[in-house]
């Protein structure tokens, strides 16, 4: 590659990494990578062209079909869970894409984390695929097609540091375009130091927040006040950037930790604005299939192979996905409250977590 290339690269993944909030879409279809046939594997991905990028290159050295869904241009968990990436996008895929013609079998291997909106009992009612939810991490695809089994590290979200700065620069980076450019217009010397409060809050807030305990936002609202008295003292005090001192941090913390679609290592993608809701199971009703345990993204279920059930064995580290209430086809999952409140799995399948959008759920 010439160093020009490598450049154009270089700057499209930044780009992308740090303005992912804006849809980046790649055009949706089927992909031959290496030299799949007839009984080579079908992987479906949606159409963000940095994960389409990035998975490419995470195959190399794999026969396989790629079948790039349109999930709206957007990354496959937040896509999922806001319903850019559905039963529908995936049967529409399976049905237009002429996949039919060029494999034998009838399996498409979907990535974990779109486990939360598309249901693979229906997609199989739908095209008579069979749907298997592959690894979180695509770079773990290669190990888990030559076995076709998930190990414990495959199935769980890790966010290693790498996915943490890469979520501080997705916030960090339109953040501070914002309010250092409002800053130019306004009071030019704050630009800097706006720029440096944002961009150290976006580092401790996704590499260290999740991580601090309960005292985590008297924390952040502590650090967050220090630097913002220290950018005042570098602009040059005044009692307007005295006032801006006390208002930044707030805003500041607010846009950061604000639970968006999706999850994020600081917070679980919640369907529902209280947090007293718990994953509840009815073990009369399963019967041992386990798609909960291939799909949770925090390993909350154990397998009884003996009694052929599941068990709940670490609730604790729930993040209210939903992914396994959407899966279960025995109805045994669904979210239960202190005061026996329920969410029906139902109600789960319906709702969508769109920007900014209703996040309320009936219960009963
Ligand atoms: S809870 Fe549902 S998905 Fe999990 S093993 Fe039981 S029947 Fe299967
Ligand atoms: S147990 Fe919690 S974290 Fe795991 S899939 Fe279900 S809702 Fe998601």
Redesign the pocket.
């Known amino acids: 590659m010439s160093l020009q290339s490598q450049l154009g690269t270089f700057t499209r993944e930044f780009l992308q990494t740090a303005f992912r909030l804006v849809p980046w879409p790649t055009e949706a279809g089927l992909r031959a990578i290496g030299q799949p046939d007839e009984s080579s594997p079908v992987l479906l991905t949606g159409n963000f062209d940095l994960t389409v990028r990035r998975l490419t290159h995470a195959l190399e050295g794999v026969d396989a079909w790629l079948l790039v869904a349109p999930s709206g241009g957007i990354n496959v968990w937040c896509a999922s869970s806001g319903g850019h990436l559905s039963t529908h996008q995936v049967v529409t895929a399976l049905k237009t894409s002429g996949i039919a013609d060029k494999v034998q079998h009838r399996q498409v291997i979907l990535p974990q984390l779109a486990a939360t909106g598309v249901l693979a009992l229906d997609v199989f009612r739908r095209s008579r695929w069979k749907v298997r939810f592959g690894p979180v991490d695509m770079h773990d695809i290669p190990a888990y097609l030559d076995k076709r089994e998930k190990t414990d590290a495959m199935r769980r979200v890790r966010f290693p540091l790498s996915e943490r700065l890469q979520m501080a620069l997705m916030w960090g980076a339109p953040t501070t375009l914002i309010m250092s450019g409002l800053a130019l217009g306004l009071a030019p010397t704050w630009a800097l130091p706006l720029a440096v409060l944002i961009a150290a809050m976006s580092v401790f807030v996704f590499t260290l927040y999740d991580r601090l305990g309960e005292a985590r936002r008297w924390m952040l609202l502590g650090v967050s006040i220090a630097l913002s008295l220290a950018a005042t003292l570098f602009a040059g005090g005044g009692t307007g950037a005295l006032v801006a001192a006390v208002a930044a941090p707030a805003f500041v913390t607010g846009l950061l930790t604000f639970d968006y679609a999706g999850s994020t290592p600081t917070e679980?993608g919640s369907h529902f604005e209280e947090r007293e809701w718990h994953?509840a199971f009815d073990e009369s009703l399963c019967d041992g299939i386990f798609r909960?345990w291939e799909?949770?993204?925090?390993a909350?279920?154990d397998r009884d192979e003996a009694n052929r059930k599941v068990v709940?064995a670490h609730?604790d580290?729930?993040?209210?996905?939903?992914?396994?209430?959407v899966q279960c086809p025995k109805d045994a999952?669904f979210f239960e409250a202190h005061d026996s409140a329920r969410i029906e799995p139902d109600v789960i399948r319906k709702f969508k977590l769109n920007l900014l959008g209703a996040r309320k759920v009936e219960t009963r």
């Open positions: 679980g994953i909960c799909v949770c993204p925090e909350c279920f709940v609730d580290r729930c993040i209210r996905c939903g992914a396994c209430v999952l």
